[in-house]
């Protein structure tokens, strides 16, 4: 089986983030499918990113074939965001014949925007490819939720190409639990729906470093780390200001994005000697340094997107880590709950976080870590080999 899959974002482990795409199509490669993967040479959540001097350009990463279409580096800039994602999409046309011959079996559409179904659609008027959208976010009721201030009319034409995604689409692949009622209400209208999360390789993380192994029993105060993007809808002004309420408690930020500066501020001018914000760094040694905290923490601002599911990347990794969780956000019926693996307390509420992060022992922490329950949730529900073969199932029976 031929696939052909369009990933604006597309990364690795030696990229960085994000993994999806490449984590299932390393797998759909033991099933004999011959995979092209479309990306751009820049995206802000990649550590690394492609240097290329031509507009369109194969080459081979870790196994996989790539055609790379260079844009424009926007770094902090929606405005400019916007334009590369135009970028990718017209270079994209203006070389399709490249993907004419290749002649897909399967054309999954991945870059968390609507925008390549349209690509794809193109595509498939010539090779009768069957076309699979995979959802990461619901635009544009996410932008909405953001108080993003985005035009009105740009609003309803996302709001329009959303829902003729959802008419024309083949096969529909959600990451978001609860999300399929809702897309039905508007209009999702094939059978073959299916709910595939990001999977994990625990093998990817079997590491023992002698440098940071033992700082969690070294360490005098509680530690609490977060990785990930420093970006608005992750609320990490909450968490400083958390950490303005809990001076015996450690802060480390790793990580990178449009709100650094005014994160820096915050740390400056209110003396929080207690935080440490690190930039970007390579995703073993931002594991090795979550590694070395007691307590891992992931916040959302409030958002009733939320009670359609959540696809945190980081929170695999924390999982991986055997490290208490908590999880700052408008949700109940979650796995951190379901499974035992840390505490959700609502976003609006911080004071909840200070008072359990200043009166929780050492004692229960190292006791929680011992008993492994992020790896075993991982090994049992986020299995990439075994959610891969459910994948291939999927796209072999459309």
């Not at 990718?88 to 002649?103: D, E, P, Q, S, T």
């Not at 609003?155 to 990451?175: E, H, M, P």
Request: proline residues 3%.
């Amino acid at each position: 089986m031929k696939l052909l899959v369009f990933n604006h974002h597309f990364g690795s482990e030696y990229l960085g983030m994000e993994f999806r795409t490449y984590n299932y199509c390393k797998e759909l490669q033991k099933y004999e499918c011959e995979i092209l993967i479309s990306t751009a040479t820049y995206s802000h959540l990649r550590r690394i990113n492609f240097v290329h001097r031509k507009w369109f350009k194969f080459e081979n990463h870790l196994g996989l074939n790539l055609a790379v279409v260079k844009t424009i580096n926007y770094g902090r800039s929606i405005f400019l965001r916007f334009i590369a994602i135009i970028q990718f999409i017209l270079i994209n046309i203006l070389k399709i014949r490249v993907y004419i011959r290749f002649r897909p079996d399967v054309i999954i559409c991945s870059s968390t925007y609507p925008f390549d179904f349209f690509l794809a659609k193109l595509i498939s008027l010539f090779t009768k490819s069957r076309i699979v959208f995979e959802l990461h976010d619901l635009w544009p009721l996410s932008l909405t939720e953001q108080n993003r201030r985005i035009p009105k009319v740009i609003l309803i034409f996302l709001d329009f190409l959303d829902r003729k995604v959802l008419a024309l689409c083949d096969g529909y692949i959600s990451t978001l639990e609860n999300s399929e009622h809702y897309l039905r209400s508007r209009g999702l209208r094939t059978s073959n729906y299916v709910y595939l999360p990001n999977a994990f390789d625990i093998v990817q993380i079997e590491f023992e470093d002698p440098n940071t192994s033992n700082n969690i029993r070294k360490c005098k105060n509680i530690k609490v780390g977060y990785a990930g993007s420093f970006e608005k809808s992750n609320a990490l002004e909450v968490l400083l200001e958390i950490a303005a309420e809990c001076p015996k408690v450690d802060f480390l930020l790793i990580g990178d994005g449009t709100c650094f500066p005014e994160l820096s501020d915050i740390v400056r001018m209110r003396d929080l000697g207690n935080v440490k914000l690190m930039g970007k760094l390579p995703y073993r040694e931002t594991l090795i340094n979550l590694k070395s905290c007691d307590i891992l923490y992931a916040g959302m601002n409030f958002s009733t997107v939320h009670q359609y599911g959540i696809g945190m990347n980081k929170l695999l990794s924390y999982y991986a880590l055997d490290k208490f969780v908590i999880l700052q956000a408008n949700i109940t019926n979650h796995e951190i709950v379901n499974f035992d693996l840390g505490k959700i307390f609502p976003s609006d509420e911080k004071y909840l976080v200070v008072e359990f992060l200043n009166n929780v022992e050492r004692k229960f922490l190292n006791d929680f870590e011992i008993k492994k329950r992020g790896s075993s949730f991982l090994k049992s529900h986020r299995n990439l080999n075994k959610l891969s073969l459910d994948y291939y199932k999927f796209l072999k029976k459309l």
